[in-house]
């Protein structure tokens, strides 16, 4: 039974590796080509690509985000219990679902684009933008059906794979196309007397082109993988008695009671952002400031700030993604005690990851956003200080919605997040109120949002699953080894800065010195013993590496 249990633990790491990765992967990509995106748009540009997006991915997140994670958790929990036919019926109801709520989606942002973004966002310029994006929200919601399916399967490969293509796609049509439209803009602003506003806008939108065109070839991919898997998977249901499976009826009715839950929390947890870029746009109006000034200052929160400390987040997303099936279906077969080994793994993992990424990312935040943005503006820098943190709130807030979810106590995320949500707005009001501190509210305010909802779901878990996380070596031993870790990189940079005066290769070189040190510190402080560490992927080379230069015994 332990060798049973160890083995499913580490396939469920393993399998949250790979989506991690080319989660990661696909940040990566996405945060290269936002380089000379943002060298052709401008950050004027960059707001109306930021604010197009908050209003496409909170209609997202409503008609198709909770999609992957519900399908996912229907069908690992079938697949468990040996219910293959009904996992079949389970993939065509969420098909027909996903294409109905995509299409109204889409029809609610045709009719009230215009109101959306002239009235409630204060940035009608970002119009452009946002009705490219129309049809990509009936994309998107076939495609998420397609990855929950895969990942309730356990299998994480053709969702790693399909995100990479789309942002590779992306990317390349992302730049060429703004490329192409700013010049446009550039045409039909000096026509309306506003040449520089509408290049922006129109290169704006050829950002969102090249989203569409991501989407699409990751759904045209998944397509294809999904009917040559059906092929065999097809010819194993004639071995099931029919009898053993519901009606299209019952099973409709479980998916919506299990996506709304998910969809609740998914909007109340990812719409904060949303809601900021509103208040804090109609606020920084209403004390005087033009909308030159609040715009930009946003574009550089939204197309600088956040794509960087995403970066790192999108480790714990893809780990929360994996992690929900393979609870459910721990928690269906009656397996407690795996469960909370996979809650403590996956808390581990993030916390591992996440404290070096918070540090490094405030340490350096000045030569990152040179060496990879061009931007030298102390504004940049001191908002990438101010809210490193929320690199590490994040991270664990939203895992452990996954974990919840996972355990099935659906409604405690939701609860959690209108609390979370509601006091962050009375700490954002204040600081932009009170203090006046205008962006750096927002980014202040954004980072109590995930601090308070790491505080509500481990009080969450702690009372339905009886779970604890060790607090040692997941949280103490991570956080001194990224202090040591900090200090190091900020002493080689600073050293190799002053002897080449190249900033991009004393980053670099700063970076490689913060990963060997923080690898020897955690691993001098018992942060990780030989058996964690083979439960990683390629864990046995790194174990070796870790003997041979004595820091495991």
């Given at each position: 039974?332990?060798?049973?249990?160890?083995?499913?633990?580490?396939?469920?790491?393993?399998?949250?590796?790979?989506?991690?990765?080319?989660?990661?992967?696909?940040?990566?990509?996405?945060?290269?080509?936002?380089?000379?995106?943002?060298n052709?748009?401008?950050?004027?540009?960059?707001?109306?690509?930021?604010?197009?997006?908050?209003?496409y991915n909170?209609?997202?997140?409503?008609?198709?985000?909770?999609l992957?994670?519900?399908?996912?958790?229907?069908?690992?929990?079938?697949?468990?219990?040996g219910?293959?036919?009904?996992?079949?019926?389970?993939?065509?109801?969420?098909?027909?679902?996903?294409?109905?709520?995509?299409?109204?989606?889409?029809?609610?942002l045709?009719?009230?684009?215009?109101?959306?973004?002239?009235t409630?966002?204060?940035?009608?310029?970002?119009?452009?933008?946002?009705?490219?994006?129309?049809?990509?929200?009936?994309?998107?919601?076939?495609?998420?059906?397609?990855r929950?399916f895969?990942?309730?399967?356990?299998?994480m490969?053709?969702?790693?794979?399909?995100?990479?293509?789309?942002?590779?796609?992306?990317?390349?049509?992302s730049?060429?196309?703004?490329?192409?439209?700013?010049?446009?803009?550039?045409?039909?602003?000096?026509?309306?007397?506003?040449?520089?506003?509408?290049?922006?806008?129109?290169?704006?939108?050829?950002?969102t082109?090249?989203?569409?065109?991501g989407?699409?070839?990751?759904?045209?991919?998944c397509?294809?993988?999904?009917?040559?898997?059906?092929?065999g998977?097809?010819?194993?249901?004639?071995?099931?008695?029919?009898?053993?499976?519901?009606?299209?009826?019952?099973?409709?009715?479980?998916?919506?009671?299990?996506?709304?839950?998910v969809?609740?929390?998914?909007t109340?947890?990812?719409?904060?952002?949303?809601?900021?870029?509103?208040?804090?746009?109609?606020?920084?109006?209403?004390?005087?400031?033009?909308?030159?000034?609040y715009g930009?200052w946003?574009?550089i929160?939204?197309?600088?700030?956040?794509?960087?400390?995403?970066?790192?987040?999108?480790?714990?997303?893809?780990?929360?993604?994996s992690?929900?099936?393979?609870l459910?279906?721990?928690?269906?077969s009656?397996?407690?005690?795996?469960?909370?080994?996979?809650?403590?793994?996956?808390?581990?993992?993030?916390?591992?990851?996440?404290?070096?990424?918070?540090?490094?990312?405030?340490?350096?935040?000045?030569?990152?956003?040179?060496?990879l943005?061009?931007?030298?503006?102390?504004?940049?820098?001191?908002?990438?200080?101010?809210?490193?943190?929320?690199?590490?709130?994040?991270?664990?807030?939203?895992?452990?919605?996954?974990?919840?979810?996972?355990?099935?106590?659906?409604?405690?995320?939701?609860?959690?997040?209108?609390?979370?949500?509601?006091?962050?707005?009375?700490?954002?009001?204040?600081?932009?109120?009170g203090?006046?501190?205008?962006?750096?509210?927002?980014v202040?305010?954004?980072?109590v949002?995930?601090?308070?909802?790491?505080?509500?779901?481990?009080?969450?878990?702690?009372?339905y699953?009886?779970?604890?996380?060790e607090?040692?070596?997941?949280?103490?031993?991570?956080?001194?080894?990224?202090?040591?870790?900090?200090?190091?990189?900020?002493?080689?940079?600073?050293?190799?800065?002053?002897?080449?005066?190249?900033?991009?290769?004393?980053?670099?070189?700063a970076i490689?010195?913060?990963?060997?040190?923080?690898?020897?510190?955690?691993?001098?402080?018992k942060?990780?013993?030989?058996q964690?560490?083979?439960?990683?992927?390629?864990?046995?080379t790194l174990?070796a590496?870790?003997?041979?230069?004595?820091?495991?015994?």
């Amino acid at each position: 039974m332990g060798k049973k249990n160890k083995k499913s633990s580490s396939s469920f790491l393993m399998q949250g590796s790979i989506l991690a990765v080319a989660s990661l992967v696909s940040r990566i990509i996405g945060l290269i080509y936002r380089i000379p995106l943002t060298n052709i748009i401008g950050d004027t540009g960059n707001n109306y690509y930021g604010t197009a997006f908050r209003i496409y991915n909170i209609l997202l997140i409503i008609s198709s985000y909770s999609l992957p994670l519900a399908v996912s958790k229907l069908v690992s929990a079938n697949i468990s219990q040996g219910r293959r036919r009904n996992v079949y019926r389970i993939l065509k109801c969420a098909l027909l679902f996903g294409a109905v709520s995509g299409t109204i989606a889409a029809l609610v942002l045709y009719f009230g684009a215009d109101f959306i973004t002239a009235t409630l966002m204060k940035t009608p310029l970002s119009i452009f933008a946002v009705k490219v994006l129309i049809p990509v929200l009936f994309i998107v919601a076939v495609l998420g059906v397609m990855r929950g399916f895969f990942q309730g399967l356990g299998t994480m490969m053709p969702s790693a794979t399909s995100q990479i293509l789309e942002q590779i796609v992306n990317a390349v049509v992302s730049v060429w196309a703004a490329y192409l439209l700013v010049e446009e803009g550039a045409k039909a602003g000096a026509l309306l007397d506003n040449k520089e506003n509408y290049a922006a806008a129109y290169g704006a939108a050829g950002g969102t082109l090249g989203t569409g065109m991501g989407a699409l070839t990751a759904l045209l991919f998944c397509t294809f993988v999904l009917v040559v898997y059906l092929k065999g998977f097809k010819k194993t249901l004639k071995k099931e008695r029919r009898s053993n499976v519901d009606s299209y009826g019952s099973i409709m009715k479980v998916l919506v009671a299990t996506i709304v839950p998910v969809l609740l929390s998914s909007t109340i947890y990812n719409c904060n952002s949303l809601i900021d870029d509103g208040v804090y746009k109609h606020i920084a109006a209403f004390q005087g400031y033009t909308e030159a000034q609040y715009g930009d200052w946003s574009g550089i929160y939204s197309g600088k700030y956040q794509l960087l400390i995403n970066v790192p987040i999108s480790i714990a997303s893809a780990l929360a993604a994996s992690s929900v099936p393979a609870l459910t279906a721990a928690y269906a077969s009656g397996k407690r005690q795996e469960a909370k080994r996979q809650m403590n793994m996956a808390t581990r993992f993030i916390m591992v990851t996440a404290f070096p990424c918070t540090v490094g990312m405030a340490v350096l935040a000045s030569p990152i956003l040179q060496m990879l943005l061009g931007d030298s503006s102390e504004l940049s820098a001191r908002m990438l200080q101010v809210g490193a943190v929320a690199i590490l709130f994040f991270s664990l807030s939203t895992l452990s919605n996954g974990l919840l979810q996972g355990i099935n106590r659906m409604k405690e995320p939701i609860k959690n997040a209108v609390i979370a949500l509601v006091l962050h707005l009375v700490v954002l009001v204040g600081l932009m109120l009170g203090l006046d501190l205008n962006i750096y509210a927002v980014v202040i305010a954004n980072a109590v949002f995930g601090l308070l909802m790491c505080i509500f779901n481990a009080r969450s878990l702690r009372k339905y699953s009886g779970y604890r996380q060790e607090l040692f070596k997941t949280f103490f031993v991570p956080a001194v080894s990224s202090i040591g870790m900090g200090v190091v990189v900020w002493l080689v940079y600073k050293l190799f800065l002053y002897l080449l005066r190249i900033n991009t290769v004393a980053t670099i070189l700063a970076i490689l010195a913060g990963v060997i040190t923080y690898a020897v510190l955690l691993l001098l402080l018992k942060g990780l013993n030989e058996q964690e560490i083979l439960r990683f992927p390629k864990g046995r080379t790194l174990a070796a590496l870790a003997k041979k230069f004595h820091l495991l015994k």
